[in-house]
């Protein structure tokens, strides 16, 4: 059975980092590109960043471009999500997906002062 838990949200400052986790179980985890979504309330789910099944390419959303960095370790089956300089507006629950397929449950990011 295929498990994806993400860890490492909470409530931070403005101008504050997170390193979110997002481990993986039951699936050939480097066969998969793995993305990180976010959803807040009231607004759509987004694309955050993802990486190829290798980690030799990355893409991020504009809204994150210079401020987070997607990297993986294939051999923990891990994702992560270093989040630096982080905003009021990134506040929402933040999902890990392995290429769509497999979802976490998800973890909260919350900003504020």
């Known amino acids: 059975q295929v498990h994806l838990e993400e860890s490492g949200g909470g409530l931070v400052q403005p101008g504050g980092s997170l390193r979110l986790s997002c481990a993986a179980s039951?699936?050939?985890?480097?066969?998969?590109?793995m993305k990180w979504y976010r959803q807040a309330p009231g607004k759509e789910r987004e694309m955050v960043a993802r990486?190829?099944?290798?980690?030799?390419?990355?893409n991020y959303a504009d809204s994150v471009k210079g401020r987070f960095t997607i990297s993986r370790e294939n051999g923990l089956n891990t994702v992560y999500l270093q989040m630096n300089n982080l905003k009021p507006e990134d506040t929402a629950m933040y999902y890990c997906?392995?290429?769509?397929?497999?979802w976490g449950q998800g973890t909260q990011v919350t900003v504020s002062s």
């Open positions: 990486i190829s099944n290798d980690g030799h390419w990355t």
């Open positions: 997906t392995a290429d769509g397929f497999y």
């Open positions: 039951g699936l050939i985890f480097d066969t998969y590109h």
